[in-house]
């Protein structure tokens, strides 16, 4: 079956009893037993749930994974993975990592002994440059967040595999529909599901791929040992949110190229960011290992946060807020918002200048959108 297909049916059986075609909501914490050691499958909640067995096997599906192990949170499946290491042992990841999971690297993992180094995700070799002997894992993000740099997922997956590192892909931003890393030699795939995947801003969810036996039995030991699971509810409303996931990347990805096509020729607007663009210089690269450019659009105003509060005021479809991957387009400035918490040096070394504004294009009317855009860019 191909991946429309999939994202509607995989995992979901109708139901035994019943013939409900829809998953039903398995709201319950225990499983009766039929003898003394013979459960029918599922004992506890904390540690399997029809519902979200559902939701796992369908993700594994799409990301051409044969494991699947949901999370509470995106947060929560950057945990299972970190939970892999031991005092001493040694992170490469991307500086442009999610804002999140650099916080859970440098206040919790740091102060365990774990030590991490950030390097260029646009420059292979870096990554072979910051190896050292204890380091377990190499961590990336592609296309990255706000300034959507991509990391060639080939190359790098060869620089780990030579070492003996494992290799993990935060999938968040391109979704398994535009670009699968486990097929590209990545080890791990992890997803805030809380973005595309649910895609219509009303769940938190995460959730962690691999075609490794070993990493998952971890995972799955993990998550049940710290219990960081998502709800019933929470893994249906991801379900029925997969059900569309191509039909919505597809109309992303159309609002996404037109609304870049018109940035670019904006006068006010000093620079887009967007895979899409052949202006992007690793546009080459993201033909080569996405089947699409995503959602995602990056920019940048001549002032500063004087001038971005014009343009946000003057918005009325676009919405002020953080996070990304939902039907409605939104609106963010990284410098206060999502990048707010790091300082102006940081902020600069990492490109995001105070007139950097991202977008997350929803499905809306594109003409909707552009003269949304139209009308705010006059303001500034
Ligand atoms: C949102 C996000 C996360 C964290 O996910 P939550 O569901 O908010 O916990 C991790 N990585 C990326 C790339 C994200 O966008």
Known sequence: MRFSTRAIRMGQRPDATT??????????????????????????????????????????????????????SGMAAVDGVLSLLRPGDHVVSVRHVYGGTLRLFEKVYVPRGISFSYVDGTQPEAFGRALRPETRLIWIETPANPLLQLVDVRAVAGIARQHGARLIADNTFASPYFQRPLTQGADVVLHSTTKYISGHSDVIGGAVLTNDEQLNEQFRFYSNAAGAVPGPWDCWLSLRGLKTLAVRMRQHEANARAIADYLSKHPVVQEVMYPGLPSHPQHELAKRQMDGFGAIVAFRLGGGNREVGRFVKALQVFLFAESLGGVESLVCHPATMSHGALSPQQRTAMGITDGTIRLSVGIEDVQDLIDDLDRALAAC
């Open 19 to 72: 013939g409900s075609i829809i998953v039903p909501v398995y709201q319950t914490v225990n499983f009766v037993f039929d003898d003394v050691g013979r459960p029918r499958g599922y004992e506890y909640s904390r540690t399997a749930n029809p519902t979200r067995t559902a939701l796992e096997e369908c993700l594994a599906s799409l990301e051409e994974a044969k494991f699947g192990v949901a999370f509470g």
